[in-house]
């Protein structure tokens, strides 16, 4: 079936098998590697991208569904080379370790705060909740999202004895 | 190294730099083996039993080849390399018979993946199911099916290793140490428990993924997300017989290890099928569910203390059984059996002591390095066992491990001295106690308490860890200086996510005293390219290539000043350098810019002399030796990380429902590198011990089969699973071999995670529990004296397969009275 | 996806029912696909063809009517029904079921309907739409039907659905409007999962009813109770509706003190709110 699909800002149009996932179709077909596959069962939340302007786990999505419509992955959210407020706030409290959720946590975080500008550490917490992470334990996550709206009181610090 | 210098003059250590590969995995640039295509590539499925033992009668994949796009299909009847690290025990695919369930029988590689996929649905084989062996406890018996009936004529590691053929252990390690009946005889109180745990599995984020070309000429590439290139390449060359120049291992950015991914897995199978198709490349990455059972997982322990303590609660023997469920294949698992079997007690101070440690064959998903290398398992286990101890002498916790812990003058299990640079446990458990407010509820917290209805409970437990690797360890170093004075730097050593890169970095800079941005540290490995390391595991890493990292500095400096003498008409130990070039000490003005002497000096008149400046450093572990086979006395440990979590939780206690208030982990560390690394990696390690502690656990049916093998029914902790207060410390008693005086602390966070909830659950709401994980309905069942649910092995649907359960073997007696 | 289908998306109902008519035997319907296409992976389902209903505009209705009856078409998602202010204001038990269900990105795509279809005994919405007494509209070629929810399911993951047939609607009676109701799901982590039970407790015209998940074959409720019945006798009516099993999750003992447990403090939950 040949589809038409907008991902950050870009119209591709492709001939794909009714049977893809938009996850695939995106990384092999579109090459946009940035999206991972963590499970293919949509609990993990590797896969999470925004379709139509909400986050999906794109596993669990046919690429035929997103015909005609408007996709935004991770490629798509530093502009110009440019890292966004998210992901530097990202990079600038450490939540960052081996990298393979970051990129659907950075979608996650952003429907988030789009939906919340000020959400608080439970708020977070339940947002992220579909995005897996096992190297950072989610701490240094959060405070990189409480920092960038603006709600980070004290940095927590390392301690020393 | 410079263990002495303070942080307040260190410009480079100590500092939270940010690291350098942050910015490529958060705008989705970088790549992962996931993510690489090549030229003419293939997929690869596998075939796997359905069964955990079975003969395999017949094996027919001709409608498999026939299939149009199947470029190559390979079962075990064509394969005859067998594998193993240190009992090489495995064939590539099942030979004549499988052991557990999920093994690979057969492997397709075609076009892509869906006909690879179909393919595999095509094989047809026919088993004779066998009945399994399932728990380590019957595999001990006589009379138990044999996993490994050829046992007695494997290859194995003699000097470190004790298979005992004929039966279902793999390894015996022994360790003896003064005498425990003599210590037992003098003891007031002997207490005696079991302790258990399943397996559990890594997950990493990124599964289990290689793309291999068995090119012309037997040169073999391998991209792998993995650990340890060189163990990849070597055991490769090993089990094919090629020399090392033929096998070439790249890793570039890996999606998390955790311990899985620190051996070889899949990527002999995946040559394999390269070679039968030409040499063209093909990829294999495991789905989830394959990442549970075909992929390796933690082995189950049962661990089996008995503790002599005189009337002042000082240890004066101990017995130490540990019965490690080792799956289907020994792989690490023996090796995990050997490091704990050293490290069985603790970081406590047991005059008398006695280990015996197995490893069983089971027919199940067999075990591999997962973090802690088997001290996760065990300090279950040891830390359980202490809070029960002090508990017979009426004794608080804290101040019964106080007295026994390893102080300096203190004697380790192995009769290894500990000095005051070891390391002090007992500053890092004075640390969490005082940071939860340990033995005492504040005014809030009683208030809470009454207000909820839930009670508070309050618990520690301590840990060591030395790392578990042969006495012979080495790794090294390259630093290059580019033209323009910044450097670039070859390890072996792998960042799986833990930050080595940032971390060495900033020792490179330290050493040479240049700006952290202008320090590069290679991050994908090229074993063509980047100097040997031995394996990226046992938090040896920081040590060993940060101490290989200095010496390369020096050699650097050294070869900088011999050329800078020349220019500047200096002697050398009249030199010094900063971040622009190298001076003359007493003439300042008298310098040459590094970018000048970069890649060689040219006189005015044209003359060049020295050449690119490339410092390379070596190190080896010094003065470790292996550990006598009878007595297990030795020198093994490169360095100990003690440690202690303090755990503040409440407890529903109708219910049994509960949740953490307050973690706090504390560590010494020797030199804190990078806080915001290191607190990075103690919440994360924290959160896996915590998911080891509270929800993750293999379940089988009777017959062997996995019931859990999707996030559906095996969970994680997700972010709404974190403590609601978190704190990290830091204690620096300087190592004095350590770079700048650091020693590793990769894997400790997560140890004792387990057993500190354990005896914060205990405490609140006095339950008893010696089994993981503790799910509500395990609180609940103690709570109600109702028997427990030990749910590795299910009946349909609960109960255990084990003939000789005992779940109660506390045996607390005042000695000479039955 | 390894398994191979083909994919039709019909703009009309007529089309769509047709369609389902010819391939009744081996067509699915597809809504949010996070049943359906876990299932076809898992090799549970085998179609040869989905028919995505999400074209149908009228299908995304949510529709509160004047008289606070709810309509509920097959493609409102969970986020749907969480997002929706009158939602949250008349019939709240909904919502309180709805936010517990899996994780954010699933409720982007799971629907209300589909969580009822896909009958699984753990079912999230189950349990608000048994106490709301909810109804619902079935249609296929031959027509359309009325079937009231606690008629609905028939056994595990069974439903009175045939193959040719959608349900094209959910009613909540504005009889249970302003109902009072409250959800609590018992879970192995504090992040999402399957519920282990889920106990729905609601004040629905002044009655209590209470309805339990993953504890019987299918979702089951009470019949409506007074409010001035003993505890005990509102535990014995939650007792005899339930049958839980043991399974690799939870222990039918456990199951059973916990429908119990919550049953006793939800409702003191909902009798103050």
């Not at chain 2, 190294?1 to 989705?28: C, F, H, N, Q």
């Not at chain 2, 010696?770 to 609180?779: A, F, K, Q």
């Not at chain 2, 427990?788 to 109660?808: A, E, F, M, Q, Y």
């Amino acid at each position: 079936m040949l589809i038409q699909v907008t991902v950050n800002t870009v119209v591709y149009e492709r001939e794909v098998k009714e049977n893809r996932t938009l996850l695939r179709f995106l990384r092999e077909d579109l090459g946009l590697t940035g999206t991972k596959e963590g499970c293919g069962a949509g609990e993990c939340g590797a896969c999470t991208v925004f379709l139509n302007g909400k986050t999906v786990n794109s596993c669990m999505v046919l690429a035929v569904e997103a015909d005609g419509g408007i996709v935004e992955t991770i490629e798509g959210e530093a502009k110009k080379g440019v890292l966004s407020a998210l992901q530097a706030a990202f990079e600038a409290h450490g939540a960052v370790q081996c990298g393979f959720c970051t990129a659907g946590m950075i979608m996650s975080a952003r429907q988030l705060i789009h939906n919340n500008p000020r959400p608080t550490r439970e708020e977070i917490q339940e947002g992220l909740e579909g995005n897996f992470c096992r190297c950072t334990g989610y701490e240094q996550i959060i405070e990189a999202i409480l920092d960038v709206t603006g709600q980070l009181q004290e940095k927590e610090e390392l301690e020393y004895v | 190294m410079y263990e002495t210098l303070d942080r307040s003059v260190l410009k480079s250590v100590g500092k939270s730099e940010i690291r350098p590969d942050a910015r490529v995995k958060l705008t989705g640039e970088a790549t992962y083996v996931s993510d690489m295509v090549l030229p003419g590539m293939l997929y690869a499925q596998v075939k796997k039993s359905p069964h955990a033992r079975a003969k395999i009668l017949s094996i027919d994949t001709s409608k498999a080849e026939a299939l149009p796009g199947v470029r190559a299909v390979l079962t075990g009847s064509e394969l005859d390399y067998r594998l193993g690290l240190y009992i090489v025990d495995k064939y590539i695919l099942a030979k004549g018979e499988v052991r557990h369930y999920g093994e690979a029988v057969a492997a397709v590689a075609a076009e892509s993946l869906q006909i690879a996929r179909k393919a595999v649905d095509l094989i047809e084989v026919e088993y004779e199911v066998l009945p399994p062996v399932l728990s380590h406890m019957d595999a001990r018996k006589e009379g138990a099916p044999l996993v490994h009936p050829d046992l007695g004529s494997y290859q194995y590691v003699k000097e470190v290793f004790t298979p005992i053929p004929n039966t279902n252990i793999a390894n015996w390690t022994k360790l003896r140490k003064g005498d425990v009946e003599q210590g037992f005889a003098e003891s007031e109180y002997i207490v005696e428990r079991e302790y258990d745990n399943p397996s559990v599995q890594h997950v990493p984020m990124e599964t289990h993924v290689a793309i291999v070309s068995w090119g012309s000429g037997d040169k073999v590439t391998i991209y792998t997300s993995a650990q340890s290139p060189f163990t990849v390449r070597n055991l490769f060359c090993n089990t094919f017989s090629l020399p090392l120049s033929n096998v070439r291992v790249v890793i570039p950015h890996v999606g998390g290890g955790f311990g899985g991914k620190a051996g070889i897995h899949i990527e002999p199978l995946t040559a394999c099928l390269s070679k039968k198709a030409g040499g063209r490349p093909v990829k294999f990455q495991a789905s989830r569910e394959e990442e549970f059972s075909l992929l390796p997982c933690r082995s189950a322990l049962t661990y089996h203390i008995k503790t002599g303590v005189s009337k002042e609660g000082k240890i004066l023997a101990q017995k130490m059984e540990m019965y490690w469920d080792a799956g289907a294949y020994a792989d690490y698992a023996v090796n995990v059996t050997r490091a704990s079997g050293y490290s069985a007690s603790g970081p406590y101070e047991i005059p008398n002591a006695w280990v015996d440690a197995y490893t069983l064959y089971t027919n199940k998903p067999y075990g591999t390095a997962y973090r802690g290398f088997g001290h996760v398992e065990f300090h279950w286990g040891i830390e359980r066992h202490m809070d029960l101890v002090a508990k017979t002498l009426g004794m608080d916790p804290v101040a019964f491990r106080k007295l026994n812990a390893l102080r300096e003058g203190s004697l380790t299990l192995t009769g290894e001295k500990i000095t005051k640079h070891t390391g002090d446990v007992v500053a890092c458990l004075d640390a969490v106690a005082a940071s939860i407010g340990y033995g005492k509820l504040s005014k809030e917290e009683r208030q809470r308490q009454k207000d909820t209805g839930w009670k508070i409970g309050k618990g520690v437990a301590i840990l060591q860890k030395a790392p578990a690797m042969p006495s012979n360890t080495a790794t090294a170093c390259v630093v290059k200086m580019n033209s323009d004075g910044s450097v670039c730097v070859n390890v072996g050593l792998t960042d799986i996510g833990q930050g080595s890169s940032a971390a060495l970095a900033q020792i490179v800079a330290e050493r040479l005293g240049f700006s952290y941005d202008k320090v590069f540290v290679k991050i994908d490995k090229d074993t063509d390219s980047d100097p040997y390391d031995w394996q990226t595991v046992a938090s040896k890493g920081l040590l060993m290539s940060g101490n290989a990292c200095i010496l390369a500095c020096e050699d650097l400096l050294r070869k900088a000043y011999l050329v800078s003498s020349h220019v500047l008409k200096a002697c050398v130990d009249d030199l010094a350098h900063d971040g622009e070039g190298v001076y003359v000490k007493h003439d300042c003005e008298n310098r040459i810019a590094w970018s000048r002497i970069a890649i060689g000096y040219a006189y005015p008149d044209g003359q060049a002399i020295g050449g690119p400046l490339i410092g390379v450093g070596s190190y080896i572990a010094q003065g470790l030796s292996n550990l006598d086979k009878e007595t297990g006395q030795g020198k093994p440990a490169l360095d100990w990380t003690f440690g202690a979590h303090g755990i503040i939780c409440e407890v529903n206690p109708k219910t049994g429902e509960y949740l953490i208030r307050k973690i706090a982990s504390a560590f010494d560390v020797g030199k804190v590198i990078n806080p915001q690394l290191l607190r990075g990696q103690i919440v994360g390690g924290m959160l896996q011990g915590l998911g080891t502690a509270m929800c993750e656990g293999y379940i089988f049916d009777m017959d062997g089969h996995l019931l859990n093998p999707s996030f559906t029914d095996n969970k994680i902790p997700t972010s709404k699973d974190i403590p609601f207060e978190i704190e990290t410390i830091a204690v620096e008693n300087s190592q004095i071999d350590g770079p700048y005086g650091a020693r590793g602390v990769a894997e400790h966070p997560m140890i004792s995670v387990a057993p500190a909830l354990g005896n914060a659950l205990s405490q609140a709401v006095g339950v008893d529990l010696v089994h993981m994980p503790i799910r509500s309905e395990d609180v609940w069942r103690a709570m109600g004296d109702k028997t427990p649910i030990d749910n590795w092995i299910t009946k349909s649907p609960i109960g255990s397969c084990r003939s000789d359960l005992v779940h109660t073997r506390e045996v607390a007696s005042k000695h000479g009275i039955d | 996806m390894i398994a191979e289908f083909s994919y039709r998306g019909p703009t009309t109902e007529s089309a769509l029912l047709e369609l389902l008519s010819a391939n009744a035997h081996q067509a699915k319907l597809l809504a949010g696909g996070t049943d359906l296409l876990v299932g076809i992976r898992g090799g549970v389902y085998h179609p040869d063809l989905l028919i995505d209903l999400k074209k149908i505009p009228a299908y995304w209705n949510l529709v509160l009517q004047q008289d606070l009856a709810l309509s509920i078409g097959p493609a409102v998602t969970i986020n749907d029904i969480l997002g929706s202010a009158e939602v949250r204001k008349y019939h709240p038990l909904l919502c309180a079921c709805a936010k517990d269900l899996a994780s954010y990105q699933i409720r982007n795509r799971a629907t209300v309907v589909g969580n009822i279809v896909n009958a699984s005994p753990c079912s999230d919405m189950a349990p608000a739409l048994l106490c709301l007494d909810a109804t619902i509209t079935i249609a296929s070629v031959r027509g359309s039907r009325e079937v009231a929810i606690g008629d609905f399911f028939t056994g595990v993951k069974k439903t009175v659905l045939e193959r040719d047939e959608i349900v094209t609607a959910l009613h909540i009676p504005p009889s249970s409007a302003s109902a009072k109701g409250v959800y609590r799901k018992l879970k192995r982590i504090q992040g999402h999962d399957l519920g282990i039970v889920g106990v729905a407790a609601a004040i629905v015209n002044g009655r209590i009813r209470i309805a339990v998940s993953s504890a019987a074959p299918t979702p089951v409720a009470t019949k409506p109770l007074d409010r001035s019945l003993p505890m005990e006798a509102i535990l014995k009516e939650v007792d005899s509706i339930i049958s839980p099993i043991s399974d690799v999750r939870c222990s039918k003992e456990y199951r059973r003190f916990m429908v119990l447990e919550y049953t006793k403090y939800l409702l003191g939950e909902v009798s103050s709110c």
